[in-house]
């Protein structure tokens, strides 16, 4: 068993806004920047990310606020605000207080979700059951079956799917990024990355195409995950994952556990 401290947060927070940037910096490169692209940084740690014209949780939202940081809440909220984007302030367990929430409630912002990571050491990875095959992209030809079973596990609209894979086909070959694609009977049917910051390993963006799940897709990914962030040098590995859904709770069938719930402000609706 790991245990959480505020050093093992904050290597897990740094790693997660590292791979979103990363995320973020691929389409930032799309010519003119169509998404509207954005990252401000304060004191190394306080990273405020937007994607003015792509609704992403995930691409809209402040990370690494502190005791003491409540300054910086209304000039982020202004800059969120003036783009017309949507903020989502995330307050992590050992580094909020009461001054933290009062700003946040001032400027109209309330408490609305929780969003749990979980860890676990690399010498987790175990077999998973030997009918699911689950293999490393490394070909134009697997990256094309990763984005079948990648744009169907998400449930993106049959409209959207060409631009969506326009968009993703970059991270093929990406530092620091190992993409996986899991089959039944031989079908595309689930994906999910790799994501290596220093020594820590993030198991990210897993998903199942509807008509696979329930079949273990989505564990098999968690341990073949897990044995490459061993292999490569990983000492911790984590992932995320709604509080209590069907993620967390294969993740804590394998053994991974709990080491913190972050809290999620976003504005709450104004008065007519």
């Known amino acids: 068993m790991l245990i959480t401290s505020l050093e093992t947060i904050d290597r897990v927070v740094e790693a997660d806004v590292a791979y979103t940037i990363a995320r973020m910096q691929v389409l930032e490169r799309l010519p003119g920047n169509p998404i509207g692209i954005a990252c401000r940084r304060i004191d190394d740690r306080i990273a405020a990310l937007m994607a003015k014209h792509l609704p992403s949780p995930s691409f809209n ?28 302030f995330e307050m992590i367990p050992g580094h909020f207080d009461a001054p933290l929430g009062r700003e946040l409630a001032r400027l109209g912002y309330g408490h609305s979700a929780f969003h749990a990571a979980l860890i676990c050491p690399p010498s987790l990875a175990a077999a998973g059951p030997a009918q699911i095959d689950v293999e490393a992209v490394a070909t134009a030809a697997q990256m094309e079956e990763f984005l079948r079973a990648y744009v169907a596990g998400w449930g993106f609209p049959a409209k959207d799917h060409e631009r969506f894979k326009a968009n993703v086909r970059p991270w093929l070959g990406q530092p620091g990024w190992s993409l996986y694609l899991a089959r039944q009977d031989g079908q595309p049917a689930a994906a999910a990355t790799l994501f290596l910051h220093g020594t820590v390993g993030y198991l990210a963006d897993a998903c199942t195409n509807p008509a696979f799940r329930r079949r273990g897709l989505h564990t098999a990914l968690l341990r073949r995950r897990i044995a490459d962030a061993r292999q490569a040098g990983a000492d911790l590995v984590f992932s995320g994952a709604e509080f209590l859904s069907g993620s967390y709770r294969d993740m804590q069938r394998i053994d991974m556990q709990l080491a913190f719930v972050r809290a999620v402000w976003t504005p709450l609706p104004r008065p007519a």
């Not at 690494?64 to 209304?74: A, F, K, N, S, Y």
Request: neutral net charge; hydrophobic residues 35%.
């Open 61 to 88: 939202r402040v990370v690494g606020l502190r005791t003491g940081d409540e300054r910086h809440i209304e000039p982020l909220d202004a800059w969120y605000r003036e783009a017309g984007a949507g903020a989502r």
